[in-house]
């Protein structure tokens, strides 16, 4: 079974950056892609960014384009969220999860099997 494990996450002031890490027990990468996930209070899940196995990068939300990027050290199995420039409304429990289907391929709306717990970034004055 694949395990992920988020980094702790911070409380940031508006404009700041934030580097959120996500460590895989397997190198998952070989078999898929990996996607970070956002949850903030009264909101549904919304999806972030996507790194496929080939590198690609997904950007579902325009609103997060030009402030997040997401990459990978193979060597440690584990994939980055680096925010910049971050605002109020970026207040959010983040995840990251992935499939080992090779019919993910950073797909919108896949229903993916492991996710990490989640950590918490607050953006806040």
């Known amino acids: 079974q694949v395990q992920l494990v988020e980094s702790v996450g911070d409380v940031v002031h508006p404009s700041g950056s934030v580097r959120l890490s996500c460590a895989s027990s397997v190198f998952v990468l070989d078999y898929c892609a990996i996607k970070w996930v956002r949850h903030s209070p009264g909101n549904e899940r919304e999806e972030v960014l996507c790194?496929?196995?080939?590198?690609?990068?997904?950007y579902y939300d325009d609103s997060v384009k030009g402030r997040f990027t997401i990459f990978v050290d193979n060597a440690k199995n584990t994939v980055y969220l680096q925010m910049k420039n971050l605002k109020p409304e970026d207040t959010a429990v983040y995840y990251c999860a992935t499939d080992l289907s090779e019919a993910y391929k950073c797909q919108s709306g896949y229903a993916m099997d492991y996710w990490g717990k989640g950590t918490l970034v607050t953006v806040s004055s």
């Open positions: 790194i496929s196995s080939c590198g690609d990068s997904t």
